[in-house]
Antibody
Framework: QVQLVQSGAEVKKPGASLKVSCKASESTFTSYYMHWVRQAPGQGLEWMGIINPTGGSTNYAQKFQDRVTMTRDSSTTTLYMELSSLRSEDTAVYYC?????????????WGQGTLVTVSS | DIQMTQSPSSLSASVGDRVTISCRASQGISTYLAWFQQKPGKATKSLIYAASNLQTGVPSTFSGSGSGTDFTLTISSLQPEDFATYYCQQYYSYPLTFGGGTKVEIK
């Protein structure tokens, strides 16, 4: 059973940085590419980027290129998404999602989501 | 970027009804299309990939069709657990993009 367990809700101030974690089982970590997707309140879904957990290579959406960093820790099979210079528009639920391929990146599994609120 | 347009944005239906949701891509994407389901408080569930292939464990009341720019998700007989919001997503090219969602509500 593939499980992606994300860290808990956070409240951040504008200008701060955010780091969300997504813990995967070992088999998931080595077999799947991991994506980060966000959903602002009442809004649609927005793809932020992808990381190859085994090699660490990444591909970020242009919109987030300057502010996002996706990393992984092989020792704990945990993926991280860090977003800097937060603003109110970054208030959203952030999801990790797993795809088995880079060139056919449909999501097989999703994390439960992490609510991030950016407010002064 | 490829724009994905879903219609309708919401619909009301009764248990047992046949429901159809449309998704249109701004350019041809072959069959590189997925559908998934969101319910409040529940993990997002992937339903279909490659336009018409059901993910493991997805009931056969769900089906998908289409290729190129026009796609359809059909629920042949709506069940109480199917009331949710449905999204399409293209994976023909990066950045991955999503439809705006269709909320299926109880009539």
């Amino acid at each position: 059973q593939v499980q992606l367990v994300q860290s808990g809700a956070e409240v951040k101030k504008p200008g701060a940085s955010l780091k969300v974690s997504c813990k995967a089982s070992e088999s998931t970590f080595t077999s799947y590419y991991m994506h980060w997707v966000r959903q602002a309140p009442g809004q649609g879904l927005e793809w932020m980027g992808i990381i190859n957990p085994t090699g660490g290579s990444t591909n970020y959406a242009q919109k987030f290129q300057d502010r996002v960093t996706m990393t992984r820790d092989s020792s704990t099979t945990t993926l991280y998404m860090e977003l800097s210079s937060l603003r109110s528009e970054d208030t959203a639920v952030y999801y990790c999602a797993a795809s088995s391929g880079y060139y056919s990146p449909y999501f097989d599994y999703w994390g439960q989501g992490t609510l991030v609120t950016v407010s002064s | 970027d490829i724009q994905m347009t879903q219609s309708p944005s919401s619909l009301s239906a009764s248990v047992g009804d046949r429901v159809t949701i449309s998704c249109r891509a701004s350019q041809g994407i072959s069959t590189y299309l997925a559908w998934f389901q969101q319910k409040p408080g529940k993990a997002t569930k992937s339903l279909i990939y490659a336009a018409s292939n059901l993910q493991t464990g997805v009931p056969s009341t769900f089906s998908g069709s289409g290729s190129g720019t026009d796609f359809t998700l059909t629920i042949s007989s709506l069940q109480p657990e199917d009331f949710a919001t449905y999204y399409c997503q293209q994976y023909y090219s990066y950045p991955l993009t999503f439809g705006g969602g269709t909320k299926v509500e109880i009539k």
